[in-house]
């Protein structure tokens, strides 16, 4: 059995797609099989692990209508034990013509039952917004990792994800849980990052992650050259984290 980890918040810009892109391919260095899933329509995971999105034929797009099996939507990427269900712009008009489609929220569900069995891990990187690709998306998962970016509001909008996330619970996903929150963008020279730390410990009764993410140059620059900070530069602050968050990952 894979475990299956979607990371969402639907806020944007907080390190969602960049925790995507490096959780998985940190955990596919240290040997485990993993697939990614680009919910996104902007389809950043897809260009950030190196495929070109434009040219994609077979994406989640065509497995949500049904129009591709799951096998001919899996592409491989360059790195070893890493493979990726791609997603570009199409996906965007996929809420719309899944109105009148019976038992929508499960769509990718049913899909990936046929290939879980293949992988160590599923990682799904959720669009910024709570919509219908986000519940296929959490009633797939198992768990959710929560990216929050070290910043004044960070709180905003994770009372309303918690909300969805014990909806989903309820009435779709009795198994769902919370695998943890991680901090992203974290810059020590600030008190401020270590004020957003303090503040969401003394609001949320959720797992923490011991690693923080932190504000790092070379992990801003990586998605543009199409690879994970881990191969862009190994050596790099945020290689390092991705790595030690991949290794809290696998020891939960």
């Known amino acids: 059995m894979s475990r299956i980890i979607a990371v969402a918040n639907q806020k944007g810009g907080v390190g969602k797609t960049t925790t995507a892109i490096n959780l998985a391919a940190c955990l596919a ?12 329509p902007q389809g950043n995971t897809t260009s950030g692990l190196g495929l070109d999105k434009d040219e994609m034929e077979n994406t989640v797009y065509e497995l949500i209508l049904g129009d591709a099996s ?42 990936i ?13 959720c669009p910024p917004s709570l919509n219908m690709l986000t519940v296929n998306a959490m009633t797939t998962a198992k768990s959710i990792l929560v990216p ?10 994770l009372g309303q994800l918690m ?38 410990k003394a609001n949320v009764d959720v797992r923490i992650y011991d690693t923080v993410i932190p504000r790092n140059i070379r992990l801003a620059e990586a998605p543009s050259h199409g690879m994970p900070i881990n191969i862009y530069d190994p050596k790099s602050a945020g290689a390092e984290s991705y790595r030690q968050l991949a290794k809290e990952v696998m020891d939960r």
């Open 29 to 40: 260095e240290a040997g485990k099989k993993v697939l990614v899933i680009d919910l996104d």
């Open 113 to 125: 039952d046929y290939v879980e069995d293949d992988y160590s891990f599923i990682i799904i990187d």
């Open 70 to 111: 799951i096998k001919e939507c899996i592409h491989e990427t360059e790195i070893d034990n890493l493979s990726v269900l791609p997603s570009n712009v199409n996906l965007a008009g996929a809420e719309i013509e899944l109105l009148d489609v019976e038992d929508k929220e499960f769509i990718l569900k049913k899909e």
């Open 163 to 200: 909300h969805t996330i014990n909806l989903v619970q309820e009435r779709l996903n009795p198994d769902l849980v919370i695998e943890g929150i991680v901090f992203t963008m974290y810059d020590m020279r600030t008190n401020l990052s270590m004020q957003v730390v303090d503040n969401v």
């Open 148 to 157: 929050i970016q070290c910043e004044y509001y960070a709180l905003e909008g």
